[in-house]
Nanobody, 123 residues
Framework: QLVESGGGLVQAGGSLRLSCAASGGTLSRYGMGWFRQAPGKEREFVAAISWSGDRTNYADSVKGRFTISVDNAKNTMYLQMNSLKSEDTAVYFC??????????????????WGQGTQVTVSS
């Protein structure tokens, strides 16, 4: 079970850190990712990371502002979000890959999801 936390309301330019804990288990050895979904829009890729943390990928819209990381000792993945913009407002979901195949950039590549945490950036 994946459990997200850390969302909230923040002013533009501010920061938040999201957490995704693998309750009762470990993070996926096939990789983990963050996605977000704004009202009326499709769920979109934000960032992904390998189990060891040595490989990361980011959406162009968040490069240089967001940092994804893992702490396998705590079975937790993080998303540090800096310089937040109003367009970052969305529900953020963490996902776990259940196999070593499929795109990292689309939801079809992930088999397990958390319930989501709301991030609201006020301008």
């Amino acid at each position: 079970q994946l459990v997200e936390s850390g969302g909230g309301l923040v002013q533009a330019g501010g920061s938040l850190r999201l957490s995704c804990a693998a309750s009762g288990g470990t993070l996926s050895r096939y990789g983990m990712g963050w996605f977000r979904q704004a009202p009326g829009k499709e769920r979109e890729f934000v960032a992904a990371i390998s189990w060891s943390g040595d490989r990361t990928n980011y959406a162009d819209s968040v490069k240089g502002r967001f940092t994804i990381s893992v702490d396998n000792a705590k079975n937790t993945m993080y998303l540090q979000m800096n310089s937040l913009k109003s367009e970052d407002t969305a529900v953020y979901f963490c996902g776990a890959r259940g196999k070593n195949s499929g795109s990292w950039y689309y939801t079809i590549g992930y088999d397990y999801w958390g319930q989501g945490t709301q991030v609201t950036v006020s301008s």
